[in-house]
C-alpha cells in the first residue's frame, strides 16, 4: 500500500497541479464521499468517486486556467491525512454564475483524507469562502462589513 503522505500528495500534485486526470483512476476509491464543510450547514456526504473527482476539477480549471495549490502542511496519523493548502488562481471564465473578474485570488483551505484500501475514500474540505467571495468582488471585505454592522447597530440604538 502507498504510503498515505505520498497518495495524498499525488492528488495534489499530480491531478490538480499537472492536470494528469487519470491519476483519480488510481488514487480514488469508486465509493468515495466528500463532507464539504461549511458554518451553519450539515456535512452531508455526497458521493466523489473518480469521476466526479475530474468533473470537479475541470470546472475549476475552465473558469480558473493557472490554478495551482501549494501544500503548507501535511500531517499523518493512522488513516488520515490533514493538509492546510493554499489555492492560486484567475477568474478567467464565469464560475458559480460569477462573470469573469480577471482578478487573481489567493486562498486557504483544510483537508483531510482517509485512507483505505489504498485509495482515498473518504475527505473532509474547509474552504475560506468568504475570503474567495471577497477577493472576487462579489462580497465587501472583511473590514466594510464590520464597519456596516457597527454603523447598523448604532443607528437601531438611538
Known amino acids: 500500500m502507498d504510503d498515505p503522505r505520498r497518495l495524498v500528495g499525488r492528488f ?38 473518480p469521476d466526479a473527482i475530474k468533473e470537479h476539477i475541470a470546472g475549476w480549471i475552465v473558469s480558473f486556467p493557472d490554478l495551482r495549490f501549494n501544500i503548507e ?9 490533514v493538509m492546510q493548502l493554499l489555492m492560486e488562481g484567475t477568474h478567467q471564465t464565469a464560475w458559480l454564475g460569477i462573470p469573469p473578474s480577471g482578478k487573481k485570488v489567493e486562498i486557504r483551505m483544510f483537508t483531510v ?39 447598523h447597530a448604532e443607528s437601531e440604538s438611538h
Do not use: Y
Open 12 to 49: 495534489v500534485e499530480e491531478l490538480w497541479n499537472k492536470r494528469q486526470f487519470d491519476v483519480a483512476d488510481e488514487i480514488f476509491a469508486d465509493d468515495c464521499v466528500t463532507h464539504q464543510l461549511r458554518s451553519g450547514a450539515p456535512a452531508d456526504a455526497v458521493p466523489r468517486g
Open 113 to 151: 483524507h482517509r485512507i483505505g484500501r489504498g485509495k482515498i475514500v473518504e475527505d473532509w474540505v474547509l474552504v475560506e469562502s468568504l475570503g474567495l467571495f471577497q477577493q472576487l468582488g462579489v462580497l465587501p471585505d472583511t473590514a466594510e462589513i464590520i464597519r456596516d454592522f457597527g454603523q
Open 73 to 81: 502542511q501535511m500531517l499523518s496519523e493512522g488513516d488520515r491525512v
